[in-house]
């Protein structure tokens, strides 16, 4: 067997030839007129092929030398059609400064890379018209699937994807999601054992695609602990962006209305800290007079002042399994599910204490 490779790869001598110029192209010909060897033994050799052991290890020494001394690097395209892979992910977030969307993210990357595999990503703000457009564009840009964060699928994707925070069941499309339940029977029960009964509550705008599941999780949680919600004492998000902003103006919209509540509970982190801001503008403490609860647990909320009570998600590790699961489905390793359902965690911090007497 030894033989027969030499024979077909190995060097015509084991003299290297010239030198590439100055400014030359450098490619497997480059290489192997310079080492006397095959593009073939060095293609074997670079990509690690089946078969480069029985090579010696002298000439696998030369060839890896020469390919870093003269900054060698492979034709993506010929490697994508010899492979039949691009080994590259699309992305899709709403937007690039949203602490939530970096937090997964930041997991998925961390797969991504020890798999090899580069990612695209394009943030489409919330607007159904770039959704529909950016998969297109991606596959242009010959991804192998999708990672969806946060955004609010309509129909099937020509490739496969996996969408975190994503709650339609949608056929090719493998959801990454909290259990809202547990995370709305978390909030409530922390804040009823507290004492609380006046409890007020922001709504997710209908553009996120956790604020439908979640609003409906806490509506059912309250009915069951007898809690009620009145009309007055409940505010949407409107706004798209996530900064403390979409907190703020709903609470002041709750304050103007002349509602009474000792406890409110946020659609997240971000609307939360708005939501203490505007509350303090008002002249009322946390928790001293109204205790507040978040969602998502960001990497801001333990440093707040106060610092937040909130419902944590994992986000890094959504990203984590997220990924992992798109790479398993690209290898065939692992059938499309609906869901895959993670648990939520309440972090009891400064924002939430007992009502006052």
């Given at each position: 067997m030894l033989g027969v490779l030499q024979q077909k790869y190995m060097i015509k001598r084991a003299k290297s030839g010239?030198?590439?110029?100055?400014?030359?192209?450098?490619?497997?010909?480059?290489?192997?007129?310079?080492?006397?060897?095959?593009?073939?033994t060095i293609s074997l050799v670079l990509n690690n092929a089946p078969g480069v052991r029985s090579i010696p290890q002298e000439t696998r020494d030369r060839v890896t030398e020469a390919a870093a001394r003269f900054d060698y690097r492979p034709s993506f395209y010929a490697r994508s059609l010899r492979k039949r892979q691009t080994f590259t992910i699309g992305v899709l977030v709403p937007d690039l400064n949203d602490n939530y969307a970096s937090q997964v993210l930041s997991g998925a990357e961390e797969h991504l890379i020890e798999e090899g595999y580069f990612y695209l990503t394009a943030s489409h703000r919330r607007k159904p018209d770039l959704i529909e457009e950016y998969p297109r564009l991606l596959m242009d840009r010959s991804v192998e699937g999708f990672l969806l964060i946060d955004t609010m699928l309509e129909h099937a994707m020509k490739l496969p994807a996996v969408a975190v925070a994503g709650h339609r069941?949608?056929?090719?499309?493998?959801?990454v999601v909290l259990d809202q339940r547990r995370a709305a029977d978390l909030a409530l029960r922390h804040l009823y054992a507290l004492g609380h009964r006046k409890i007020a509550f922001m709504r997710g705008g209908s553009h996120s695609s956790d604020a439908d599941d979640r609003w409906a999780c806490l509506m059912a949680k309250a009915r069951e602990l007898k809690l009620k919600v009145a009309p007055e004492s409940t505010v949407q998000v409107t706004l798209r962006v996530s900064t403390p902003d979409m907190g703020f103006g709903p609470v002041n919209e709750l304050l103007s209305r002349g509602a009474k509540f000792t406890a409110l509970v946020c659609y997240n982190d971000m609307s939360a800290i708005g939501a203490i801001r505007a509350l303090k503008d008002h002249g009322i403490r946390v928790p001293e007079d109204v205790s507040v609860v978040g969602f998502d647990d960001l990497q801001t909320a333990a440093y707040h002042n106060p610092s937040l009570t909130t419902i944590r998600q994992p986000l890094n590790h959504m990203g984590v399994m997220a990924a992992q699961i798109l790479l398993k489905r690209l290898r065939g390793q692992e059938k499309s599910a609906d869901a895959v359902s993670i648990l939520p965690e309440l972090v009891i911090r400064e924002s939430t204490a007992p009502p006052r007497l």
């Open positions: 010239s030198e590439p110029q100055l400014g030359q192209v450098i490619s497997l010909r480059t290489l192997g007129d310079y080492l006397d060897l095959s593009p073939a069941k949608i056929e090719g499309v493998t959801n």
